[in-house]
C-alpha cells in the first residue's frame, strides 16, 4: 500500500513539471504585417505583370505607378485599352542598347562656284520661314494650350466626411494617398466629374475599389468601400455618391483616397479645398 502511494506521488509531480513547461511564443513577424508589407503587396515590382480575372488597364498602371498612357505604347493597346486575363504585360519599355554603327557615305568634292550658288539658296530660304512648319508649329501650340486648359477645369472637393488619421508619404513605400476616418455606411462622393474606369476588387490591399478619371492627367482612387453605387464606364459629377464608407480589405473603417497625376501619386491635401 505504501509503494502504491509514493507511486501515485511521483505521478502527480511529474504532471505538475509537465504542465508548468512554457510553450515558445509565435514569431513577431507572424503577428503584423505591418505598413511596408502591405505597400509592397499593393505596389507591382518587375518588368512585366501578367492580367488577372476582373483587371484593367487603368487598374494596372495605377498599383504599377505609371501612366496608362505609357503602358498603353509599350505594349501596343489601342482605344479603348481592353486587356485579357492571362495577357502579359510589359511595365517598361525595351531599351536598344546595342546600336548599330552606320557608315556615312563620303560627302562629295565640290566646285567653289556650286558652293557659292548654294549659300545664296540657303540664305533666301531662311529669310521666310516655311508655311508648312508654321502652321504645324502654331496647331502644336493651340493643342497644349488646350490641354493645360483642359487640366485645370478639375476642381477638387473633399470625397468624404471624417478625420485625416494618414497622410500622404514619399518614401517608397510610403502611404500614397490620406485615410479619411468615420463610421461605417458615409457617403463617399465623386471628388470631381469623370469616368468611373474601375470598379471591383481585384487589386489587393485596396478592397472595394473605384477609380475615376478626370482627365488624361488625373486620376482619383476611393478604396475600402462597404459597397460600391457605380460600375465601369459610367459618368460621374463632383459631389454624386458613387460608395459607402466600409473596411474591406483593411483593419479599420474609412476611405482611402488617392491622386495621380499621369501614373504618379501626388498628396491629395494639397489639391483638396
Not at 39 to 48: A, E, N, P, V
Not at 69 to 80: H, M, V
Amino acid at each position: 500500500m505504501r509503494i502504491i502511494h509514493i507511486i501515485f506521488i511521483n505521478y502527480l509531480c511529474l504532471s505538475i513539471v509537465g504542465c508548468s513547461q512554457r510553450v515558445t511564443p509565435a514569431p513577431v513577424s507572424s503577428l503584423s504585417s505591418g505598413h511596408t508589407s502591405l505597400q509592397q503587396k499593393i505596389k507591382i515590382k518587375g518588368g512585366s505583370y501578367i492580367v488577372k480575372k476582373g483587371e484593367t488597364l487603368y487598374a494596372i498602371s495605377f498599383r504599377a505607378n505609371k501612366d496608362f498612357r505609357d503602358l498603353a505604347k509599350i505594349n501596343g493597346i489601342s482605344k479603348p485599352y481592353k486587356i485579357y486575363p492571362g495577357q502579359k504585360l510589359r511595365l517598361n519599355a525595351l531599351l536598344n542598347i546595342k546600336k548599330k554603327a552606320h557608315h556615312l557615305p563620303e560627302k562629295p568634292v565640290l566646285s567653289t562656284s556650286y558652293k557659292q550658288k548654294n549659300n545664296n539658296m540657303s540664305k533666301k530660304d531662311l529669310v521666310q520661314p516655311k508655311k508648312a512648319e508654321y502652321v504645324e508649329k502654331q496647331a502644336n501650340n493651340l493643342s497644349k494650350t488646350k490641354n493645360t486648359q483642359y487640366a485645370k477645369k478639375v476642381v477638387w472637393q473633399w470625397p468624404a466626411k471624417g478625420k485625416v488619421i494618414r497622410r500622404f508619404s514619399n518614401k517608397d513605400n510610403g502611404f500614397k494617398g490620406i485615410l479619411i476616418a468615420n463610421k461605417r455606411n458615409t457617403s463617399i462622393k465623386a471628388a470631381s466629374h469623370g469616368t468611373v474606369v474601375y470598379a471591383g476588387s481585384a487589386l489587393k490591399g485596396y478592397g472595394q475599389l473605384i477609380i475615376v478619371k478626370h482627365n488624361d492627367d488625373y486620376l482619383s482612387a476611393y478604396a475600402h468601400n462597404k459597397r460600391l453605387l457605380v460600375m465601369e464606364k459610367q459618368e460621374v459629377k463632383a459631389g454624386q455618391l458613387i460608395a459607402e464608407m466600409g473596411s474591406s480589405d483593411a483593419k479599420m473603417t474609412g476611405l482611402r483616397f488617392e491622386i495621380r497625376y499621369r501614373g504618379k501619386s501626388v498628396n491629395p491635401v494639397k489639391y483638396l479645398p
